[in-house]
Protein backbone atom coordinates (compact mmCIF):
# COMPACT_ATOMS: atom_id res chain seq x y z
CA UNK A 1 0.00 0.00 0.00
CA UNK A 2 1.05 3.43 -0.31
CA UNK A 3 1.16 3.99 3.53
CA UNK A 4 1.55 2.50 6.73
CA UNK A 5 -1.96 1.21 7.92
CA UNK A 6 -3.34 0.09 11.06
CA UNK A 7 -6.41 -1.90 12.28
CA UNK A 8 -8.90 -1.94 13.53
CA UNK A 9 -9.34 2.29 13.60
CA UNK A 10 -11.10 1.53 17.04
CA UNK A 11 -11.23 -0.38 19.30
CA UNK A 12 -13.79 -1.00 22.80
CA UNK A 13 -12.93 -4.12 25.10
CA UNK A 14 -14.12 -4.89 28.54
CA UNK A 15 -11.36 -5.13 31.13
CA UNK A 16 -9.68 -8.39 31.45
CA UNK A 17 -10.11 -9.20 27.68
CA UNK A 18 -7.28 -9.29 25.66
CA UNK A 19 -6.86 -7.29 22.28
CA UNK A 20 -4.70 -7.67 19.18
CA UNK A 21 -3.61 -4.61 17.42
CA UNK A 22 -2.11 -5.28 13.67
CA UNK A 23 0.14 -3.40 11.31
CA UNK A 24 0.79 -3.27 7.91
CA UNK A 25 4.15 -0.88 7.28
CA UNK A 26 5.28 0.37 3.78
CA UNK A 27 6.15 -2.38 1.42
CA UNK A 28 9.71 -2.51 1.28
CA UNK A 29 10.17 -1.01 4.71
CA UNK A 30 12.47 -3.61 6.92
CA UNK A 31 11.86 -1.63 10.36
CA UNK A 32 8.60 -1.25 12.25
CA UNK A 33 8.13 0.14 15.47
CA UNK A 34 4.94 0.73 17.77
CA UNK A 35 4.11 3.48 19.95
CA UNK A 36 1.68 4.42 22.62
CA UNK A 37 -0.09 7.90 22.95
CA UNK A 38 -1.91 8.91 26.22
CA UNK A 39 -4.61 11.15 25.45
CA UNK A 40 -2.31 14.90 25.27
CA UNK A 41 0.75 13.13 26.24
CA UNK A 42 4.08 12.31 23.68
CA UNK A 43 4.90 9.11 22.32
CA UNK A 44 5.76 6.05 24.53
CA UNK A 45 8.05 3.73 22.65
CA UNK A 46 7.33 0.16 23.11
CA UNK A 47 8.85 -1.83 20.45
CA UNK A 48 11.13 -2.24 17.09
CA UNK A 49 11.70 -4.86 14.46
CA UNK A 50 14.03 -5.42 11.55
CA UNK A 51 12.98 -7.60 10.22
CA UNK A 52 11.38 -10.27 12.07
CA UNK A 53 13.33 -9.42 15.03
CA UNK A 54 12.95 -7.70 18.11
CA UNK A 55 16.15 -6.45 19.12
CA UNK A 56 15.00 -3.65 22.02
CA UNK A 57 11.27 -4.81 23.71
CA UNK A 58 12.78 -2.39 26.49
CA UNK A 59 9.71 -0.19 26.02
CA UNK A 60 6.79 -2.79 26.69
CA UNK A 61 5.44 -1.44 30.28
CA UNK A 62 4.37 -5.15 31.60
CA UNK A 63 4.56 -8.36 30.38
CA UNK A 64 0.91 -8.68 29.33
CA UNK A 65 2.07 -6.53 26.14
CA UNK A 66 3.73 -8.93 23.21
CA UNK A 67 4.64 -8.21 19.73
CA UNK A 68 5.39 -10.76 16.68
CA UNK A 69 5.74 -9.74 12.82
CA UNK A 70 6.45 -12.94 10.58
CA UNK A 71 7.37 -12.65 6.87
CA UNK A 72 8.87 -9.17 7.36
CA UNK A 73 5.68 -7.27 6.65
CA UNK A 74 2.73 -7.35 9.12
CA UNK A 75 3.15 -6.59 13.13
CA UNK A 76 0.52 -7.96 15.96
CA UNK A 77 0.51 -6.22 19.02
CA UNK A 78 -1.03 -8.22 21.55
CA UNK A 79 -2.68 -6.48 25.07
CA UNK A 80 -3.53 -9.62 27.37
CA UNK A 81 -6.15 -8.74 30.57
CA UNK A 82 -6.67 -5.32 29.50
CA UNK A 83 -6.84 -2.86 31.70
CA UNK A 84 -8.40 0.56 32.32
CA UNK A 85 -4.53 2.42 31.92
CA UNK A 86 -4.22 0.72 28.52
CA UNK A 87 -6.23 3.15 27.05
CA UNK A 88 -4.72 4.64 24.52
CA UNK A 89 -3.90 5.70 20.76
CA UNK A 90 -1.57 2.70 19.55
CA UNK A 91 0.47 4.19 16.49
CA UNK A 92 2.64 1.82 14.42
CA UNK A 93 5.28 3.43 12.11
CA UNK A 94 7.88 1.90 9.40
CA UNK A 95 11.21 2.93 8.15
CA UNK A 96 13.72 1.84 5.48
CA UNK A 97 15.81 0.05 8.44
CA UNK A 98 16.26 0.77 11.59
CA UNK A 99 18.98 3.15 11.23
CA UNK A 100 18.61 5.67 14.19
CA UNK A 101 18.59 9.25 13.91
CA UNK A 102 18.71 9.86 10.41
CA UNK A 103 16.25 7.24 9.28
CA UNK A 104 12.43 8.97 8.97
CA UNK A 105 9.58 7.42 10.42
CA UNK A 106 6.20 6.81 8.22
CA UNK A 107 3.53 6.37 10.80
CA UNK A 108 -0.23 4.97 10.34
CA UNK A 109 -3.51 6.53 11.59
CA UNK A 110 -3.14 5.00 15.08
CA UNK A 111 -5.48 2.28 16.82
CA UNK A 112 -7.74 4.06 19.23
CA UNK A 113 -8.34 1.24 22.35
CA UNK A 114 -10.47 1.97 24.99
CA UNK A 115 -11.29 -0.32 28.13
CA UNK A 116 -13.81 -0.39 29.75
CA UNK B 1 18.92 8.36 26.72
CA UNK B 2 19.31 11.71 24.88
CA UNK B 3 16.29 13.49 26.06
CA UNK B 4 15.05 16.95 24.37
CA UNK B 5 13.28 20.02 25.75
CA UNK B 6 11.48 22.50 24.09
CA UNK B 7 8.68 24.60 25.06
CA UNK B 8 4.73 23.19 25.86
CA UNK B 9 2.99 25.16 24.06
CA UNK B 10 3.25 28.36 22.11
CA UNK B 11 0.06 31.22 20.40
CA UNK B 12 0.92 32.65 17.44
CA UNK B 13 -1.32 35.02 15.03
CA UNK B 14 -1.63 33.78 11.34
CA UNK B 15 1.28 35.78 9.56
CA UNK B 16 4.21 35.56 11.88
CA UNK B 17 6.82 33.70 11.75
CA UNK B 18 7.04 31.36 14.32
CA UNK B 19 10.49 29.89 16.23
CA UNK B 20 10.55 27.11 18.01
CA UNK B 21 14.01 25.90 20.10
CA UNK B 22 14.73 22.56 21.50
CA UNK B 23 17.25 21.80 23.61
CA UNK B 24 19.09 18.53 22.94
CA UNK B 25 22.73 18.86 25.35
CA UNK B 26 23.68 14.80 25.05
CA UNK B 27 23.20 14.77 20.92
CA UNK B 28 25.15 12.25 19.80
CA UNK B 29 28.03 12.74 17.56
CA UNK B 30 26.52 10.74 14.84
CA UNK B 31 22.72 11.93 15.49
CA UNK B 32 20.95 13.95 13.38
CA UNK B 33 18.07 16.62 14.01
CA UNK B 34 14.54 15.60 13.33
CA UNK B 35 11.60 17.85 13.61
CA UNK B 36 8.10 15.70 13.38
CA UNK B 37 4.63 17.58 12.94
CA UNK B 38 1.17 16.04 14.72
CA UNK B 39 -2.29 16.80 13.63
CA UNK B 40 -5.17 15.76 15.93
CA UNK B 41 -6.28 12.46 15.38
CA UNK B 42 -3.68 11.53 12.64
CA UNK B 43 -0.04 9.76 13.36
CA UNK B 44 3.34 11.96 13.33
CA UNK B 45 4.61 13.03 9.73
CA UNK B 46 8.40 13.96 9.43
CA UNK B 47 9.15 17.58 8.45
CA UNK B 48 12.67 18.43 8.39
CA UNK B 49 15.96 16.81 9.01
CA UNK B 50 20.01 17.96 9.44
CA UNK B 51 23.27 17.46 10.95
CA UNK B 52 24.40 21.02 11.48
CA UNK B 53 24.36 24.82 10.34
CA UNK B 54 20.85 25.53 8.01
CA UNK B 55 18.32 23.13 6.24
CA UNK B 56 15.62 24.72 4.86
CA UNK B 57 12.11 22.68 2.84
CA UNK B 58 9.12 24.00 0.99
CA UNK B 59 7.46 23.42 4.98
CA UNK B 60 10.37 24.67 7.37
CA UNK B 61 14.12 25.80 8.33
CA UNK B 62 15.92 24.30 10.64
CA UNK B 63 18.73 25.94 12.38
CA UNK B 64 21.36 24.17 14.25
CA UNK B 65 24.56 26.20 16.29
CA UNK B 66 27.71 24.94 15.78
CA UNK B 67 27.87 22.91 19.25
CA UNK B 68 24.50 21.34 18.08
CA UNK B 69 23.39 21.46 21.89
CA UNK B 70 19.66 23.02 20.71
CA UNK B 71 18.19 23.38 17.48
CA UNK B 72 15.23 25.78 16.22
CA UNK B 73 12.49 25.07 14.00
CA UNK B 74 11.50 27.96 12.07
CA UNK B 75 7.50 28.12 10.25
CA UNK B 76 7.55 31.43 8.33
CA UNK B 77 4.08 32.91 7.80
CA UNK B 78 2.09 30.30 9.57
CA UNK B 79 -1.71 29.61 8.74
CA UNK B 80 -4.46 27.95 10.60
CA UNK B 81 -3.40 24.68 9.50
CA UNK B 82 -0.23 24.83 10.88
CA UNK B 83 -2.11 24.47 14.44
CA UNK B 84 -0.16 21.10 15.48
CA UNK B 85 2.12 19.50 17.91
CA UNK B 86 5.81 20.07 16.60
CA UNK B 87 8.32 17.21 18.25
CA UNK B 88 11.99 17.60 18.09
CA UNK B 89 13.76 14.11 18.28
CA UNK B 90 16.29 12.64 20.57
CA UNK B 91 17.49 8.88 20.76
CA UNK B 92 16.02 6.94 22.94
CA UNK B 93 18.12 4.05 22.19
CA UNK B 94 20.51 2.11 19.58
CA UNK B 95 17.24 2.45 16.92
CA UNK B 96 14.45 4.15 18.21
CA UNK B 97 13.69 7.61 18.85
CA UNK B 98 12.70 9.86 21.84
CA UNK B 99 9.41 12.12 21.12
CA UNK B 100 8.79 13.55 24.31
CA UNK B 101 5.86 15.81 24.91
CA UNK B 102 6.01 17.68 22.15
CA UNK B 103 5.25 21.62 21.39
CA UNK B 104 1.38 22.97 21.34
CA UNK B 105 1.64 25.51 18.50
CA UNK B 106 -1.85 27.43 18.49
CA UNK B 107 -2.64 29.28 15.39
CA UNK B 108 -4.95 32.34 16.09
CA UNK B 109 -6.98 34.06 13.29
Known amino acids: GAGVSQSPSNKVTEKGKDVELRCDPI?????LYWYRQSLGQGLEFLIYFQGNSAPDKSGLPSDRFSAERTGGSVSTLTIQRTQQEDSAVYLC??????????????FGPGTRLLVL | LAKTTQPISMDSYEGQEVNITCSHN???????ITWYQQFPSQGPRFIIQ???TKVTNEVASLFIPADRKSSTLSLPRVSLSDTAVYYC??????????FGTGTRLTVIP
Open chain 1, 27 to 31: SGHTA
Open chain 2, 50 to 52: GYK
Open chain 1, 93 to 106: ASSRVAGGSRETQY
Open chain 2, 89 to 98: LGRGGANNLF
Open chain 2, 26 to 32: NIATNDY
